[in-house]
């Protein structure tokens, strides 16, 4: 139990994360123990949706077991790390270089998507892989092509995680590469009764994707035992306080 505590007191002070309801603390190179997930790099003097090279440095000295990223293309077909590009002050997609010159919230650093992999390659975190990019399978290309090019990326790939927001976008990603861990995001679908939750649940288990995870509206008791009856554990988002927990 001081494990568990303390690793989700290390995530709270380092702003938004994620908390999967059924799980346990263990080794970091399992991603069944993984239990707190830290967003969009985590949270940074209380700022979140940063995606910064500060927020990152943070959350790896804090000991994260994982952290999510999102990932865009720039105008000129660069990979870099931004949820939405309001949050960066643009409009519209930017160049590389106006996204680079431009500081995120004033102070923080923006990054490249090599930049990000290449500080997270020597750690044991987890990278959960986010875009909201219609077309996904050149996101994920982009990723592997970049994971492949740095050599201190050597296997890492093992712990790339793939989130997910319906069935054709898990088709889509499965032909890029394989993957040994997944999540699938259940918000975009609006599911609402138990047969549509019972449905992403039998997909999940036919599929091996051993992670959902849903926002805390939809949680409840119900919904996580029909998961775990199926081995897949539950996770909800978004979580900014031990209390929660409890």
Not at 54 to 83: K, M, P, Q
Request: hydrophobic content about 35%.
């Amino acid at each position: 139990m001081q494990k568990r505590t303390s690793t989700v007191l290390a995530a709270v002070l380092f702003g938004s994360i994620s908390i999967f309801s059924l799980s346990s603390c263990g080794s970091r190179a399992d991603w069944s123990n993984v239990t707190i997930i830290a967003h969009a790099c985590g949270g940074i003097d209380s700022n979140s949706y940063t995606n910064s090279a500060e927020a990152l440095d943070n959350c790896i000295s804090s000991g994260c077991e994982a952290v999510e990223i999102d990932f865009r293309f720039t105008s000129d077909s660069v990979l870099v790390c931004a949820h939405d590009w309001q949050n960066h002050h643009f409009d519209a997609p930017p160049t590389l270089n106006d996204f680079k010159k431009r500081k995120i919230k004033g102070k923080y650093t923006p990054m490249t998507a090599k930049e990000a992999l290449a500080k997270l390659a020597s750690t044991p975190i987890f990278l959960v892989i986010d875009t909201k990019e219609n077309d996904v399978t050149s996101v994920y290309k982009e990723i592997e092509q970049i994971v492949s090019s740095l050599d201190s990326a050597a296997g890492y790939k093992k712990m790339l995680v793939p989130q997910v927001y319906s069935k054709e976008n898990f088709a889509a990603v499965q032909k890029i590469s394989e993957y040994q861990n997944w999540i699938f995001t259940v918000y975009k679908l609006h599911p609402r009764t138990d047969g549509e939750f019972e449905d992403i649940a039998e997909f999940c288990k036919k599929n091996g994707i051993g992670t959902v995870t849903m926002p805390k509206a939809m949680v409840n008791e119900k919904r996580i035992r029909m998961f775990d009856d199926k081995g897949i554990r539950v996770a909800t988002h978004t979580v900014n306080g031990e209390w929660y927990m409890e």
